[in-house]
């Protein structure tokens, strides 16, 4: 397999709110909600960098999309990382991440491997790492 993950779908409850947790809270750039035409086709799709992007899209019709019965939440299947270029723009993430209502999970901390990092959990428990790794060079 050859790495072309283009896009990072989460499921989500209630897809307005976590729109406008992203779109107004983070600062992160959509077109809105699109495929409401569509009985279980509402999402909404969130510039990144180059190439990727982050899909919001209920829990439900990601289940019978798949074709598989909706399981439980749960916050600690996966992480979603944001890397940033610095221990001050860690704490600036972590702040406009409470700011816009995410739950602060852990603050931000020096780590074991000698970076920075923080975590925190959007309206739908999705887990996001903000890190400052000084070993990574961030491309702007």
């Known amino acids: ?5 283009t896009v990072g779908t989460i499921g989500v409850d209630d897809l307005e709110k976590s729109v406008a947790f992203y779109r107004d809270g983070l600062g992160l750039r959509t ?10 086709g509402a999402v909404a799709f969130f510039e990144l960098q180059s190439g990727l992007r982050l899909a919001l899209w209920p829990r439900a ?9 909706a399981g439980p939440p749960s916050p600690t299947e996966f992480t979603l990382g944001h ?3 610095s221990r001050n723009e860690v704490d600036a993430v972590m702040e406009q991440a409470g700011r816009a209502g995410a739950r602060i999970v852990k603050q ?11 975590y925190f959990e959007d309206p739908d428990r999705h887990l996001w790492e903000v890190v400052w790794n ?5 491309v702007e």
């Open 134 to 138: 000084p070993s990574w060079e961030i």
């Open 1 to 5: 397999m050859k790495p072309r993950i």
């Open 83 to 85: 890397n940033v270029s």
């Open 31 to 40: 077109q809105g909600i699109v495929g409401m035409e569509f009985e279980y």
């Open 108 to 118: 931000a901390h020096d780590t074991f491997w000698g970076g920075y990092a923080g």
């Open 61 to 69: 019709s990601i289940a019978h999309d798949a074709g598989i019965a």
